[in-house]
């Protein structure tokens, strides 16, 4: 830095020589003989320095070094503004603004600005509740043993409701819904909550909502949840394999709900359950629908042959989306009666119960002859 401004000072304030271009270089070669002044002036008459002190020059000329650092370039450019009053350097302050522009930030990346959390605005669901909005986010009060039933096999969502607390929906109360999707079923809940914990170390200090996919006794697992302005929403999804049957009763899933009310130091605990199934199983079809030989009446419809009533599952293209992989075998059981499945039941090995439940769906979709008798078919593929 030393060096260059000194050569700048002397280009603006030196008068001009006289000296022959002999004579100078001969100054200039006692100069670079000197250690440490080679570099540092040159004779006044010098065509380098004429071309300074003239305001002729360019980057090179006034020792502009584009590898130093970026604060040095932009020193260089203040002292080549000030001590050039020349008209070409007043001309050239366009480009001087944008060079130092370069060269004060254009060539590193700058650091983004860090807004504190608390310098945003508050979310809507941080703000309390007006009596309107409490009032409709209430919902109905379930029945405390009530068991909501689910057809894994609808491709609609049904839904239910939970018991409320024992001082009233505004409390607590909250509704649950329920979906059959290609992972498992994806349960759903939205509660009205007067007051919210959702940080505590146990169920006793803190809102929590459990699923058991298997009921009670069963390993549970723990809802997610998220406050809302009039409480707090939450969802989780129970995999197929960690379903038990799947047909008749189904699986009963328990939901366990605990609200906490910190200020008066309680814990309620209420309970929903939800049994999903795909319907009717074919054993439970059959004991249903008893065989009768009334010898006083001629037998409406003739029986069905084998080929007939197997003619629908011949092959297995009926449930060709449902994954049935190779080294997987699947027994199909269809009680069949006038022309449709009055139950099925589809066992598959190794155990795959979405592979199950898909056969399941597809073979009640089945049209059969029509007969009154009641037929079970079997079929193994």
């Known amino acids: 830095m030393g060096p260059w401004v000194g050569r700048r000072q002397s280009a603006q304030t030196a008068p001009q020589s006289t000296l022959s271009p002999r004579d100078a270089r001969s100054v200039r070669a006692r100069k670079a003989s000197v250690p440490g002044q080679g570099r540092a002036t040159l004779p006044y008459g010098s065509p380098r320095t004429q071309r300074i002190a003239s305001g002729r020059t360019n980057r090179s000329a006034v020792g502009w070094n584009w590898s130093t650092p970026l604060q040095t370039r932009a020193v260089k450019v203040v002292y080549l503004v000030t001590m050039r009053p020349s008209t070409s350097a007043v001309a050239s302050l366009p480009f001087v603004a944008i060079t130092m522009a370069l060269a004060c930030g254009g060539g590193e990346t700058a650091t983004p600005s860090r807004t504190p959390v608390d310098a945003h605005p508050a979310s809507p669901s941080g703000g309390q509740p007006t009596p309107a909005e409490v009032a409709e986010a209430q919902k109905p009060c379930g029945a405390a043993d009530h068991v909501h039933a689910h057809d894994l096999n609808s ?103 605990f609200d906490h ?56 293209s009926f449930f060709a989306n449902c994954g049935l992989s190779d080294n997987e075998k699947a027994d199909i059981c269809i009680a069949v009666k006038l022309g449709k499945a009055l139950g099925v039941s589809v066992t598959v090995a190794p155990q795959d119960n979405r592979v199950a439940a898909c056969i399941d769906r597809s073979a009640r979709r089945l049209s059969f002859p029509v007969s009154d008798n009641l037929d079970v078919v079997r079929q193994t593929f």
């Open 155 to 257: 491709g609609e969502a049904s839904s239910t409701f939970a018991p409320c607390s024992a001082n009233g929906p505004r409390d607590y109360s909250a509704i649950v819904r329920i979906q059959t999707i290609d992972e498992g079923v994806h349960i759903f809940i939205d509660a009205t909550d007067d007051e919210v914990t959702l940080l505590g170390p146990d169920v006793k200090d803190r809102d929590v909502v459990m699923v058991y996919p298997k009921g009670k006794g069963s390993q549970g697992v723990e809802v997610g949840l998220v406050k809302t302005k009039t409480g707090y929403s939450g969802d989780k999804i129970v995999f197929w394999n960690d379903l038990g049957t799947l047909t008749d009763e189904g699986t009963r899933i328990d939901m366990a709900i």
């Open 261 to 316: 009310d910190k200020s008066a130091k309680t814990t309620e605990e209420m309970h929903v359950a939800l049994a999903v199934s795909t319907g009717k199983s074919c054993e439970r079809a059959r004991d249903d629908n008893p065989q009768t030989l009334d010898m006083r009446h001629k037998q409406a419809t003739p029986d069905l042959t084998r080929e007939q009533l197997g003619a629908p599952m011949r092959t297995s």
